[in-house]
């Protein structure tokens, strides 16, 4: 099993410009989630879904649309990108989204470093 | 007040160490308490959970959680070197909404 895979791995973009962060699980988990890591403030979620067909906003949404396009895949599209979105980007995927912790551990992807100038 | 607070190191302890990681947290709603390990330029890995107060160990590691004072810990004992890495506390309500992680603290265990 390959976990959580995200392409690309790294990234640079002008401002302005558009792109699509791919991320793909394969172990049949339910819940996908994206975060954006930036120093001194951990780990921010952006969106999650809790199933396949639904979306949600997470903590800072802005500038940001995701597609959960089956329930493998999950992506991040920057429509107009900015400087102030150059961060490490993670997706995640847990099994669901009970409260029950050992349900909700999640697995994390290796990241996309991305740039924009 | 940020929700969740971490020192962020750099923690520098020789191998063999006993380290001590905390965080403390202002949402008194908080119940499930999470820690997690991230190598360098890797995502995080979780390493232990528990729930409410209390402690729980596995191997050399101990988590322990005092909510009357909103305060973390994770303890790593014999640490070394391979324990390098950037710890992340994460935690969340009983219905897994407001999942917070904190910003971490970067360990280094010198041989």
């Known amino acids: 099993n390959a976990g959580v895979t995200q392409t690309p791995k790294f990234q640079v973009l002008k401002t302005g410009q558009s792109m699509t962060l791919q991320c793909a699980q394969d172990?049949?988990?339910?819940?996908m989630y994206w975060y954006r890591q930036d120093p001194g403030m951990g780990l921010r979620l952006i969106y999650y879904?809790?199933?396949?067909?639904?979306?949600d906003k997470g903590e800072v949404p802005n500038g940001y649309n995701v597609s959960r396009l089956n329930k493998r895949e999950f992506s991040l599209r920057l429509e107009s990108a900015a400087p102030s979105q150059t961060s490490v980007y993670f997706c995640?995927?847990?099994?669901?989204?009970?409260?029950?912790?050992?349900?909700?551990?999640?697995?994390f992807g290796p990241g996309t470093r991305l740039l924009v100038l | 007040q940020k929700e969740v607070e971490q020192d962020p190191g750099p923690l520098s302890v020789p191998e063999g160490a006993i380290v001590s990681l905390n965080c403390t947290y202002s949402?008194?709603?908080?119940?499930?308490f999470m820690w997690y390990r991230q190598y360098s330029r890797k995502g995080p890995e979780l390493l232990m959970y528990t729930y409410s107060s209390g402690n729980k160990e596995d191997g050399r590691f101990t988590a322990q959680v005092d909510k009357s004072s909103k305060y973390i810990s994770l303890f790593i004992r014999d640490s070394q070197p391979s324990d390098s890495a950037t710890y992340l506390c994460a935690m969340t309500d009983n219905y897994g909404q407001n999942f917070v992680f904190g910003p971490g603290t970067r360990l280094s265990v010198l041989p």
């Open positions: 995640a995927s847990s099994e669901v989204t009970s409260g029950r912790v050992e349900e909700e551990t999640q697995y």
């Open positions: 949402n008194s709603a908080f119940q499930y």
């Open positions: 879904s809790a199933s396949e067909g639904t979306t």
């Open positions: 172990m049949n988990h339910n819940s």
